[in-house]
T-cell receptor, first 116, second 114 residues
Framework: GAGVSQSPSNKVTEKGKDVELRCDPISGHTALYWYRQSLGQGLEFLIYFQGNSAPDKSGLPSDRFSAERTGGSVSTLTIQRTQQEDSAVYLC??????????????FGEGSRLTVL | AQSVTQPDIHITVSEGASLELRCNYSYGATPYLFWYVQSPGQGLQLLLKYFSGDTLVQGIKGFEAEFKRSQSSFNLRKPSVHWSDAAEYFCAVGMNFGNEKLTFGTGTRLTIIP
């Protein structure tokens, strides 16, 4: 696609439910990133993929959070047993990565998660 | 670990006035520095970036930023703001190519008044 696509754009769920957020990066971008944006907190790094591997998952806040990437393309961020503090906008970004990297991240519009 | 500080949470500027948004970073080596803008309901868009060379960098929409190593700063400026510049602005620092993992500041919300 022309840009990074994320779905759903909005998700309201009940505490304790599992949610899946999807990211479709720009075609040809080997690197993919998930960030979380909470009110007044800026952007918090969650995980980085290079191809299908995740060399840096240091930002995942707990074992309730997991992510995978298949075919070097689409990524899914899964939050199990959601808590109210998980409410945030989850942003996905992609970049050329590797030796072709330009240092620029291209962001999707985000998935807004509200946990009731 | 690197960190970014944006000391101004919210700034209000009159349309046509000049603008300066502050950004300070903490990083042991020469960082890669970025400014991103986020309009309401939109994703983040890159305004400009500094990797090396000329410390004054030009970006899109008439923005510029100056890297000052002695002050660990990378302030964003615009000579004359337009109402469409109202948005949230994020400064970010990165370490190297190949892994564009960025550390972001908490952002500065810019309001433009007529």
């Amino acid at each position: 696609g022309a840009g990074v696509s994320q779905s759903p754009s909005n998700k309201v769920t009940e505490k304790g439910k599992d949610v899946e957020l999807r990211c479709d990066p720009i075609s040809g971008h080997t690197a993919l990133y998930w960030y979380r944006q909470s009110l007044g907190q800026g952007l918090e790094f969650l995980i980085y993929f290079q191809g299908n591997s995740a060399p840096d998952k240091s930002g995942l806040p707990s074992d309730r959070f997991s992510a995978e990437r298949t075919g070097g393309s689409v990524s899914t961020l899964t939050i199990q047993r959601t808590q109210q503090e998980d409410s945030a906008v989850y942003l996905c970004a992609s970049s050329l990565g590797g030796s072709g990297g330009t240092g620029e991240l291209f962001f999707g519009e985000g998935s807004r998660l509200t946990v009731l | 670990a690197q960190s970014v500080t944006q000391p101004d949470i919210h700034i209000t500027v009159s349309e046509g006035a000049s603008l300066e948004l502050r950004c300070n970073y903490s990083y042991g080596a020469t960082p890669y520095l970025f400014w991103y803008v986020q309009s309401p309901g939109q994703g983040l868009q890159l305004l400009l970036k500094y990797f090396s060379g000329d410390t004054l960098v030009q970006g899109i929409k008439g923005f510029e930023a100056e890297f000052k190593r002695s002050q660990s700063s990378f302030n964003l400026r615009k000579p004359s703001v337009h109402w469409s510049d109202a948005a949230e602005y994020f400064c970010a620092v990165g370490m190297n190519f190949g892994n564009e993992k960025l550390t972001f500041g908490t952002g500065t919300r810019l309001t433009i008044i007529p």
